[in-house]
Antibody, heavy 120, light 104 residues
Framework: QVQLQESGPGLVKPSETLSLTCSVS?????????WGWIRQPPGKGLEWIGN???????TYNPSLTSRVTISADSSKNQFSLRLNSVTAADTAVYYC?????????????WGKGTTVTVSS | EIVLTQSPSTLSLSPGERATLSCRAS???????LAWYQQKPGQAPRLLIY???IRATGIADRFSGSGSGTDFTLTISRLEPEDFAVYYC?????FGPGTKVDIK
């Protein structure tokens, strides 16, 4: 059974960098698939942040591309998100996902989510 | 960029009733790429349907998806108490704004 678990600080100061890690169990991220991040501001819908393919190729939401970096560490079976220069608008629940893009496209495994608040 | 619109924004129904949720795309979408997700309060979204009409593993058969091109539909044949939630359509990586199904 594939499971994803987000971890990282729950509080980040404005202008600083948000850093989250997603630990994957039950599946090797080197085996394939894309691995991504989704966020959900309080009371709002889902926003795709970006993803990384097991070979290292990354794709980002154009609205965030200047501030986002997604990386992967196969030895730890983890992938990570860094979001620079955060503001209050980056306050959200952040989910990591397995992003299947083969014959079909869908996100079939989600972490439970971690709440990040941007505040001084 | 594809924009997804969902209607209605809120659907108020009683348990046992049929729910019909609509998802419209701003341009034609391959059915292979259209998925539906369910999200309950305080929980992560859960994949319900992919390929526009294929139920994900473990999803009850009262959930069905249909449609093609720009118009897609999620139908819940008979609402169970646990089905009251927000439903999102998606054409990866874009999500629609969601339809909230609440208890009438």
């Amino acid at each position: 059974q594939v499971q994803l678990q987000e971890s990282g600080p729950g509080l980040v100061k404005p202008s600083e960098t948000l850093s989250l890690t997603c630990s994957v169990s039950g599946y090797s991220i080197s085996s394939g698939n894309y691995w991504g991040w989704i966020r959900q501001p309080p009371g709002k819908g889902l926003e795709w942040i970006g993803n990384i393919f097991h070979g290292g190729k990354t794709t980002y939401n154009p609205s965030l591309t200047s501030r986002v970096t997604i990386s992967a560490d196969s030895s730890k079976n983890q992938f990570s998100l860094r979001l620079n220069s955060v503001t209050a608008a980056d306050t959200a629940v952040y989910y990591c996902v397995r992003d299947v893009r083969s014959y079909y496209y869908y996100m079939d495994v989600w972490g439970k989510g971690t709440t990040v608040t941007v505040s001084s | 960029e594809i924009v997804l619109t969902q209607s209605p924004s809120t659907l108020s129904l009683s348990p046992g009733e049929r729910a019909t949720l609509s998802c419209r795309a701003s341009q034609s979408v391959s059915s292979y790429y259209l998925a539906w997700y369910q999200q309950k309060p305080g929980q992560a979204p859960r994949l319900l349907i992919y390929g526009a009409s294929i139920r994900a593993t473990g999803i009850a058969d009262r959930f069905s998806g249909s449609g093609s091109g720009t118009d897609f539909t999620l139908t819940i044949s008979r609402l169970e108490p646990e089905d009251f939630a927000v439903y999102y359509c998606a054409r990866s990586p874009t999500f629609g704004p969601g339809t909230k199904v609440d208890i009438k």
